[in-house]
């Protein structure tokens, strides 16, 4: 449980075009510009 409610916390803090990229390509993508945007 403990797992799963740190995921979600996670993920619901990602941008929604990360969330909304059409494939999985586009999703790596976007995840990692929003994640080089933090550092």
Known sequence: KFF???VVRHW??????VVAAPSLEAFKA?????????V
């Open 12 to 17: 619901n803090r990602l941008p929604r075009e």
């Open 30 to 38: 976007r995840q990692d510009e929003a994640l080089g945007n933090l």
């Open 4 to 6: 799963t409610l740190r």
